[in-house]
């Protein structure tokens, strides 16, 4: 009997189907933000610098540098996540020889990415780009005083929704089109009601074009603070709540923009009783909004057991939201979206399941060496290192990264330079 046939009979026992489970879990389509792969640069401004107070911190090699780079390397990562998923990009990775601002696109700029999106068996998921951008210095954008800025910015946001129905159409999968603004103040401001008021007004105008809703879903997406918008966001929860129930758009939580305590899992219920989808941004908050590669924390399973025990995944629309750049970003992105379980919490320390290497396992990050070369940061603390002393023996099947992220050289796998071409 192998291994997976012993547990298979063990949930049975607890009733629990894992043909099935599997069967469930092979339709989820979780949506990889792109934007891991290059620490949110873009492609239409290569020499503008993050903005709007959020932060790829990091300097490890190997960050893709065109739309080419950036596609091999997602695909060397969905080699090696199983299941079939989404690619989230980003207005600014246009794929376009035209120099065009951002009030200028057009679907026909990112053809490549459904092209190829269509060859690999793809969806696609879409967000305006309110940030590093000359039009957003102020640190207001949908919600600014200066009637040129925010006109600039509602253009391309119309336009971003007609890009995310063309991927909806082109694909034959709902596009989900994210709007997050970076707006906000630094210190306490004397009027809290007039951005608001304003960033409704451009929501109104944004959202005034009926487009198709079995091609494109909008989202909105609010924050509690970023950096230099630590007294006061525009688009707090309660502004884009409010803003949802009202005019049938969807709510993004995401899982770092709420205080340290807060957790988003303790809202899905509530806030699908009043609105039919919402969009997850699974990221993984350390102190503040610090957008750490995603692991198998108490807060990501208390956020499955919410949508899988309320029966809720069909109106779920599960994206990451993440750009560590002191890691191998193709690591990155298999971490993230397979989500080992890194941290001893209480629920993801259990003993070693014995399977050594398994895909998943904790253990399958220690290899060839179990004990060898492991540093203090979360990724790289293995609690189940030695309790399975074969692991180093059966890693040896994995090649350098060229077969595996997981094992390589004694060399934990995110601390390898992948250069480009690989695979
Ligand atoms: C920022 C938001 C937003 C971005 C991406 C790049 O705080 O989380 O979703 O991370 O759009
Ligand atoms: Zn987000």
Same mark, same amino acid.
């Given at each position: ?190 009027? =809290?009601?007039?951005?608001?008021? +304003?960033?409704?007004?451009? #929501? %109104?105008?944004?959202? $005034?074009?009926?487009?198709?809703? /079995? @091609? ?92 899988? =025990?309320?029966?809720?995944?069909? +109106?779920?629309?599960?994206? #990451? %939201?993440?750009?560590? $750049?002191?890691?191998?970003?193709? /690591? @990155? ?91």
């Amino acid at each position: 009997m192998t291994r997976y046939e012993e547990a298979r009979e063990r949930y049975a026992v607890l009733g629990s189907n894992t043909e099935q489970a599997m069967e469930e879990l092979a339709k989820i389509r979780i949506s990889v933000n792109c934007w891991q792969g290059d620490d949110v640069k873009g492609f239409l401004f290569r020499d503008r610098d993050l903005s709007g107070g959020i932060q790829a911190t990091g300097n490890y090699p190997g960050a893709a540098r065109t739309p080419q780079e950036l596609r091999q390397d997602m695909e060397k990562a969905f080699s090696l996540i199983p299941g079939k998923h989404k690619v989230n990009l980003h207005s600014t990775y246009a794929d376009t020889d035209e120099k065009i601002d951002l009030d200028a696109i057009e679907p026909r700029h990112y053809e490549s990415w459904v092209q190829w999106a269509k060859e690999q068996d793809l969806g696609l998921d879409f967000n305006p780009t309110c940030f590093s951008h000359e039009k957003a210095e102020s640190g207001y954008t949908l919600s600014s005083a200066d009637e040129s800025i925010r006109s600039f910015w509602v253009e391309h946001c119309r336009r971003s929704r007609r890009v995310g129905e063309y991927f909806g159409k082109e694909l034959g999968q709902k596009c989900v089109t994210n709007i997050w603004v970076p707006d906000g103040s630094k210190d306490v401001p004397v009027d =809290r009601y007039s951005p608001r008021l +304003r960033l409704k007004q451009s #929501l %109104d105008e944004i959202f $005034a074009e009926r487009l198709d809703p /079995a @091609a494109n879903l909008d989202a909105v997406e609010s924050k509690v603070f970023g950096i230099g918008s630590e007294s006061y966001v525009v688009g707090s929860h309660e502004f884009y709540m409010g803003y949802a129930m009202k005019n049938g758009v969807a709510v993004c939580l995401d899982a770092g923009h709420f205080h340290p305590t807060e957790v988003i899992s303790n809202k899905i219920s509530s806030l699908l009783l009043f609105s039919n989808e919402m969009l997850l941004h699974v990221s993984r908050p350390v102190r503040w909004d610090s957008d750490h590669v995603v692991i198998l924390d108490d807060e990501l399973q208390e956020i499955a057991f919410e949508v899988v =025990r309320n029966g809720l995944l069909p +109106r779920i629309h599960i994206g #990451l %939201d993440f750009f560590d $750049a002191s890691i191998n970003r193709v /690591a @990155a992105w298999v971490i993230g979206t397979i989500t080992p379980p890194a941290l001893p919490t209480s629920r993801s320390l259990r003993p070693c399941p014995g399977r050594p290497c398994g895909r998943n396992s904790a253990a399958a990050r220690t290899c060839p060496a179990a004990s060898a070369g492991w540093t203090k940061s979360a990724l790289t603390r293995n609690p189940f290192s030695k309790a399975a002393p074969d692991h180093g023996k059966e890693g040896k099947r994995y090649e350098p990264y060229s077969g595996s992220a997981f094992c390589a050289r004694n060399v934990p796998y995110y601390r390898q330079h992948v250069p480009h071409g690989l695979g």
